[in-house]
């Protein structure tokens, strides 16, 4: 792969989208990643690609027609965009979740760089999961990445919790972990070393029942808590944890680390972190997890 900076103009103006329902046009997304390919040399450009429901299929023969270098599938397509591919990267079979999508010739890939972000994340704040117990919010795309990472460096154990217990059995039963209820949560002293919160809510006014619920934790072995959002400028979780006296991080890590993976995986460059992370706090102030 290249290193940034990249030497000279790029002959063809690549095309690069994201898709997903009205809330694409939201997502700060386009601003940060056409910083990111200006700053290092990456002639093209990255827009918001709405599809309406049901029509996902339609969708992706556009993407097709339209001669893309790469995509970005955020909520509520990055399970439904599958069947539409030609082929998947390892984890993202596993995962059973897509939020990069790569042309190579004439084939679509889909990858999960939603993981491997995750993974990173955990390296920058050097914590080392393996032996470890875990405890993930959330039943989406991100905690399957999420729960996907901490089996691969081998957790010793992963709770699973979620509206849904549909969802969450479906995780646990596809990808690893344990189901538990949010409500067993507040009963018992939980032995965890890790909490993270996959789920799209990290401010109080966005979720009363789950600010409340997490501050009733019992944490006594917690050493970090991560919220895979970013710049929310009220975050319970955050309160949560230095209300404990425990280590938290917020979603900049992991989202930066996965941008940087989806721009490798689309044009071969390798920009530094860096200029990803002032590209992504120049944007906004606040992004979730479905800009992921």
Same mark, same amino acid.
């Given at each position: 792969?290249?290193?940034?900076?990249?030497?000279?103009?790029?002959?063809?103006?690549?095309?690069?989208?994201?898709?997903?329902?009205?809330?694409?046009?939201?997502?700060?997304?386009?601003?940060?990643?056409?910083?990111?390919?200006?700053?290092? &040399?990456?002639?093209?450009?990255?827009?918001?690609?709405?599809?309406?429901? $049901?029509?996902?299929?339609?969708?992706?023969?556009?993407?097709?027609?339209?001669?893309?270098?790469?995509?970005?599938?955020?909520?509520?397509? %990055?399970?439904?965009?599958?069947?539409?591919?030609?082929?998947? =990267?390892?984890?993202?079979?596993?995962?059973?979740?897509?939020?990069?999508?790569?042309? %190579?010739?004439?084939?679509?890939?889909?990858?999960?760089?939603?993981?491997? $972000?995750?993974?990173?994340?955990? +390296?920058?704040?050097?914590?080392?999961?393996?032996?470890?117990?875990?405890?993930?919010? &959330?039943? $989406?795309?991100?905690?399957?990445?999420?729960?996907?990472?901490?089996?691969?460096?081998?957790?010793?154990?992963?709770?699973?919790?979620?509206?849904?217990?549909? %969802?969450?059995?479906?995780?646990?039963?596809?990808?690893?972990?344990?189901?538990?209820?949010?409500?067993?949560?507040?009963?018992?002293?939980?032995?965890?070393?890790?909490?993270?919160?996959?789920?799209?809510?990290?401010?109080?006014?966005?979720?009363?029942?789950?600010?409340?619920?997490?501050?009733?934790?019992?944490?006594?072995?917690?050493?970090?808590?991560?919220?895979?959002?970013?710049?929310?400028?009220?975050?319970?979780?955050?309160?949560?944890?230095? &209300?404990?006296?425990?280590?938290?991080?917020?979603?900049?890590?992991?989202?930066?680390?996965?941008?940087?993976?989806?721009?490798?995986?689309?044009?071969?460059?390798?920009?530094?972190?860096?200029?990803?992370?002032?590209?992504?706090?120049?944007?906004? =102030?606040?992004? +979730?997890?479905?800009?992921?």
């Amino acid at each position: 792969m290249e290193s940034h900076p990249v030497s000279g103009n790029l002959e063809i103006e690549k095309k690069f989208y994201i898709l997903g329902d009205e809330r694409v046009f939201h997502t700060k997304a386009p601003e940060y990643f056409s910083a990111i390919m200006k700053k290092v &040399g990456i002639k093209g450009s990255y827009e918001p690609f709405l599809v309406k429901s $049901g029509e996902i299929e339609k969708a992706m023969r556009e993407i097709r027609i339209l001669n893309v270098t790469g995509a970005n599938v955020t909520i509520p397509y %990055k399970e439904a965009v599958i069947p539409y591919l030609d082929e998947l =990267s390892e984890g993202a079979t596993i995962i059973g979740s897509v939020n990069t999508i790569v042309r %190579k010739g004439d084939k679509l890939k889909g990858y999960n760089t939603n993981a491997i $972000g995750f993974m990173d994340a955990l +390296k920058d704040a050097g914590f080392d999961a393996a032996g470890k117990s875990a405890l993930i919010f &959330g039943t $989406g795309g991100a905690a399957r990445a999420v729960v996907f990472i901490l089996n691969w460096v081998h957790a010793k154990s992963i709770l699973v919790a979620g509206r849904s217990q549909e %969802k969450t059995n479906a995780i646990v039963n596809q990808i690893g972990g344990e189901a538990i209820s949010l409500g067993a949560l507040t009963d018992q002293i939980l032995p965890v070393n890790l909490v993270v919160n996959a789920t799209s809510v990290s401010s109080p006014d966005e979720g009363v029942e789950l600010s409340e619920l997490a501050n009733r934790l019992q944490l006594p072995d917690c050493e970090l808590v991560i919220d895979l959002n970013y710049g929310r400028p009220r975050n319970f979780w955050r309160d949560m944890a230095q &209300g404990k006296g425990i280590r938290f991080m917020d979603g900049l890590s992991s989202l930066s680390n996965q941008a940087k993976r989806t721009i490798a995986l689309w044009t071969g460059v390798e920009v530094r972190p860096e200029i990803v992370v002032t590209a992504i706090q120049d944007s906004t =102030s606040a992004i +979730k997890i479905m800009d992921v």
